[in-house]
T-cell receptor, first 115, second 109 residues
Framework: DTEVTQTPKHLVMGMTNKKSLKCEQH?????MYWYKQKAKKPPELMFV???????INESVPSRFSPECPNSSLLNLHLHALQPEDSALYLC??????????????FGPGTRLTVL | EDQVTQSPEALRLQEGESSSLNCSYT??????LFWYRQDPGKGPEFLFT???AGEEKEKERLKATLTKKESFLHITAPKPEDSATYLC??????????FGQGTELSVKP
C-alpha cells in the first residue's frame, strides 16, 4: 500500500482567513514533503521533513507554516494568503530520510483558491 | 545548474499508435530518474524509478529506459485511458527532485 491521504480536497479562503491542510501516511515513511503546483507546471518543492525535523525550506513566505506532529502526519498552516497562492498543494512521502533516493509517493492534492 | 527537459510538450496519438517520450537531464550526481503519470487535478502517480544507465523497466504498455544523458518512456499500442501528463524527475546529489515540464499525451480512439 502506497497511499498518502490529504484533506480537504478543495478549500476556498479569503485573504484574512487562517486554514490548515492535512496530510497523512501509514507506510512508516520517514520523509514527508509539501509541493505547490500551478496549472500546466510541474510541482515545486516547498518543505521537507525528515525524521520529523524540518530539513528543507525552499525560501517559502512565512504565510505558509509547516508542522509535523508525528511521523505519520504533516500539516500546512495558511495565514494571510494572496490570490497568487491559489494552486494544487501536494503532499508526498518517501521511505527513508531526505537524502535517500527512495521514490516519493504523492497524495491526491488539495485544490486551494484564495479570494 | 540542474535541469530536466521533456519533449515533446504535447503528443497526440491514435489508439494503437506507438511512440516515445523523451526526458533529457543535466543533473549533478544523478541519484535516480523517476517517471510519474498525472491526471488533471490529481496528484502524480508513480510509474518507474531508474538508477543506472542501461536499466529498463516495464509495466503493461509502458517501458522506461535510461542512458547517461536521457530517459525514454515508450508507449506501445496506447489506449485512450493512457491520456495524461507524464512527468519526468531527476534526483540530484542532494536528493532533490528536479522536474521536467511534462508531456501532455492525448490518445484518440
Amino acid at each position: 500500500d502506497t497511499e498518502v491521504t490529504q484533506t480537504p480536497k478543495h478549500l476556498v479562503m479569503g485573504m484574512t482567513n487562517k486554514k490548515s491542510l492535512k496530510c497523512e501516511q501509514h507506510m512508516g515513511h520517514r520523509a514527508m514533503y509539501w509541493y505547490k503546483q500551478k496549472a500546466k507546471k510541474p510541482p515545486e518543492l516547498m518543505f521537507v521533513y525528515s525524521y520529523e525535523k524540518l530539513s528543507i525550506n525552499e525560501s517559502v513566505p512565512s504565510r505558509f507554516s509547516p508542522e509535523c506532529p508525528n511521523s505519520s502526519l504533516l500539516n500546512l498552516h495558511l495565514h494571510a494568503l494572496q490570490p497568487e497562492d491559489s494552486a494544487l498543494y501536494l503532499c508526498a512521502s518517501s521511505q527513508e530520510g531526505w537524502m535517500s533516493t527512495d521514490t516519493q509517493y504523492f497524495g491526491p492534492g488539495t485544490r486551494l483558491t484564495v479570494l | 545548474e540542474d535541469q530536466v527537459t521533456q519533449s515533446p510538450e504535447a503528443l497526440r496519438l491514435q489508439e494503437g499508435e506507438s511512440s516515445s517520450l523523451n526526458c533529457s537531464y543535466t543533473v549533478s550526481g544523478l541519484r535516480g530518474l523517476f517517471w510519474y503519470r498525472q491526471d488533471p487535478g490529481k496528484g502524480p502517480e508513480f510509474l518507474f524509478t531508474l538508477y543506472s544507465a542501461g536499466e529498463e523497466k516495464e509495466k503493461e504498455r509502458l517501458k522506461a529506459t535510461l542512458t547517461k544523458k536521457e530517459s525514454f518512456l515508450h508507449i506501445t499500442a496506447p489506449k485512450p485511458e493512457d491520456s495524461a501528463t507524464y512527468l519526468c524527475a531527476a534526483a540530484n546529489q542532494g536528493g532533490k527532485l528536479i522536474f521536467g515540464q511534462g508531456t501532455e499525451l492525448s490518445v484518440k480512439p
